[in-house]
């Protein structure tokens, strides 16, 4: 038996999944920061912002794989760890903190006809040259990996390229693209981007990030950047002001409750 969720009753879920992986991270000692609308949530609504309906991580990459182990190890047994190699919908390197007794419907992620719970999104962070560097590598090398490791999990089998990209992986490894990521990404710099993000304007000074600053968010703390409005302004402009009305929604169409 399902159970329609309010967006309300779901900011509750993703909030508690949120804590969840706080706390994990916290015992390990395992810097990380709030990006994107949940900075930005934290900054102008002390929470979520209304409309959405996630939270959004970064995690440096040195830390990117020990925290996922740690995760699958440590969170409580409803609480699953969704990565690209499950098929269903997750992007490039992002990985899903996903809460198993719930189930959503996106406007735009294809599951491949599996359920999947209400989540949290987790980002690796690298370092970068500059930002035209950034830009380069953002635009041509890194997004070309992202592009050929789709071809092959969306099944794409009739251009020359799907062809191509499929004769690699068969020699590599299915998701040999994706991996190849982190032999690409800068190990210092003097710039942080997301290559899984928004693209080039989330490419800001290291110093924005600086020590991660603990910020409210309803009724918990969350870690974010120590200099969120430069961060905030080259993704969104003019952050301060809420957009039109027709502007405020969330990617889903359906979200319940089935256990």
């Given amino acids: 038996m399902k159970k329609e969720l309010s967006i309300e009753e779901l900011h509750q879920i993703v909030l508690n999944i949120g804590k969840e992986f706080h706390k994990i991270c916290i015992n390990n000692n395992i810097p990380y920061y709030i990006l994107a609308g949940t900075m930005l949530g934290a900054i102008r609504h002390k929470g979520f912002i209304p409309w959405d309906d996630d939270i959004d991580i970064g995690i440096p990459r040195q830390y990117f794989s020990e925290t996922i182990n740690l995760l699958r190890k440590e969170l409580p047994s409803k609480y699953s760890v969704t990565t690209i190699e499950d098929e269903i919908g997750v992007w490039g390197e992002i990985v899903k903190i996903e809460d198993t007794t719930t189930v959503i419907k996106e406007k735009d992620r294809d ?23 950034a830009r380069f590598s953002h635009n041509m090398l890194i997004q070309r990996l992202l592009a050929a490791q789709q071809f092959i999990i969306g099944n794409e089998t009739s251009s020359f390229l799907a062809k191509i990209y499929k004769t690699i992986a068969q020699i590599f490894g299915r998701y040999c693209f994706v991996r190849a990521i982190k032999y690409v990404v800068k190990k210092k710099g003097r710039f942080i981007t997301t290559y899984c993000g928004f693209g080039a304007c989330e490419n800001v000074p290291a110093e924005i990030y600086g020590e991660p600053v603990l910020y409210k968010f309803e009724d918990s703390e969350f870690y974010g950047l120590a200099k969120p409005e430069y961060y905030l302004e080259s993704l969104y402009g003019n952050w301060r002001e809420l957009p039109k009305e027709e502007e405020r929604h969330t990617h889903l169409l359906e979200m319940y409750r089935i256990k």
């Fill in 111 to 133: 599951t491949h006809g599996k359920d999947v719970g209400a989540f949290i999104d987790l980002f690796p962070l690298d370092y970068t040259k500059n930002q035209n560097y």
